[in-house]
């Protein structure tokens, strides 16, 4: 089978060769770490995990390259570096002005989260300046010649296609906590309901606008929608502001998708999204990743929960990778039935933190194939 015919069969619960072998990145202090521990320095790169000469017999994606960011960009600029020179107040190209760690950071990826100051959306006047940056369908906003030099390719494609590279097609939540950041965002849907419907509009509007040049001469396999909206112990935002303020667009966005002919719309979110799920399924959305366990999102548990009409991606364990050979294997092999069933792709729950070996992730991926076949390890 092709990696497209693997992949479309795998969602329809139809027979496959093997399940698609996907994984999504690691951590750049992993990459260091392995580098030490003897991986080539020309296999440092995220090709790993979407190129045709994959390290680790990965199927192959491609992403179109569409910008869904702000256009122009807030000015990046270090602010102030704080005494001791262990940290520096930084503001990014969002807008976002926070406190970020200096130390043991690596690639542009910091060893911890940071310490956000402020955020560029305080009140309705920032969010009406803040919409100039968001022009639809600009022309920038596309690969430069894409219809004469990558649309034919597109077309004939044996791999699966993704409209978007990995976290640039941002959804509802994502965007309206880049912007106004989680606590101010969480008053906000009550103190200013009237901008969140008109944030929560916008988005819909600029996603299918920005979309639609692409989807008129080519189509996807799958749009991956970033969200990001729960913790570990459940959602970010109550399962009913859900609802009054989210759902109506994304059946909406989801709609204009499926209608241009795209059979796959994936959520991401971390955490526990388990009491949104519902919602999301209703609106047309079928595939949920990654299922970080640490969070109780259990793919077994969830399919007896959901049914076949949610596909499942992630749900392998970072913190398992981090122990012994057999402790992987035990792990692996609790997926083995919805391996067998269809419908899910296992992946790690997220980046591989630095805390796993280069052999222990190329132990993970030596078993992995093995019970993407099938077979017994």
């Known amino acids: 089978m092709t990696p497209l015919e693997r992949f479309h069969a795998c969602m329809n619960y139809q027979p496959v060769d093997r399940v698609p072998n996907h994984e999504v990145g690691v951590w750049a202090q992993t990459k260091l770490r392995w580098k030490n521990e003897g991986l080539p320095a020309d296999d440092l790169h995220w090709d790993w995990f979407t190129g045709e000469q994959s390290r680790w017999d990965m199927d192959p994606r491609e992403y179109i390259p569409v910008r869904y960011d702000m256009i122009p960009p807030f000015e990046a600029k270090d602010l102030s570096l704080d005494p001791g020179g262990e940290t520096k107040v930084v503001r990014h190209a969002n807008g976002v002005v926070s406190r970020e760690l200096i130390t043991g950071a690596a690639e542009g990826m910091r060893a911890s989260m ?20 968001y022009r639809a369908a600009s022309p920038s906003r596309y690969p430069q010649y894409w219809e004469q030099f990558n649309l034919p390719a597109w077309k004939s494609r044996r791999h699966p296609l993704i409209l978007g590279a990995n976290c ?9 906590r880049e912007w106004m950041g989680t606590e101010n965002l969480s008053y906000a849907w009550y103190d200013e309901p009237r901008m969140l419907h008109d944030m ?9 606008e920005t979309s639609r040049p692409i989807l008129d001469r080519v189509t996807p396999d799958y749009i991956f929608l ?3 909206m ?21 059946k909406r966005l989801v ?31 079928d595939a949920i990743w990654p299922m970080e366990r640490p969070s109780g999102m259990d793919p077994l548990a969830l399919r007896r929960q959901f049914g076949r009409d949610l596909r499942l991606w992630g749900g392998v364990d970072k913190r398992e990778l981090a122990k012994t050979p057999a402790d992987i294997d035990a792990h692996l092999r609790t997926l083995e039935p919805l391996v067998a069933e269809g419908g899910f792709i296992p992946t790690v729950d997220h980046l591989v933190p630095p ?23």
């Open 200 to 208: 929560m509009e916008f988005i819909a509007d600029f996603t299918i």
């Open 255 to 285: 709609a204009f998708f499926k209608k241009a002919g795209v059979p796959w719309f994936v959520v991401d979110s971390d955490g526990d999204c388990r009491l949104l799920l519902p919602m999301m399924m209703d609106a047309g959305v």
């Open 226 to 228: 970033n969200e990001d």
């Open 230 to 250: 729960s913790m570990k112990s459940g959602p970010l935002l109550s399962p009913g502001t859900y609802r009054e303020f989210i759902l109506p667009r994304m």
């Open 114 to 133: 940071d310490e956000y100051l402020s955020f560029p959306v305080q009140t309705p006047d920032d969010w009406t300046a803040l919409k100039k940056r």
């Open 168 to 176: 640039s097609t941002l959804g509802f939540y994502w965007r309206a």
């Open 355 to 377: 805390d796993v070996p280069l052999a222990n992730f190329e132990h993970y991926m030596q078993s992995k194939q093995k019970l993407l076949r099938g077979e017994k390890f």
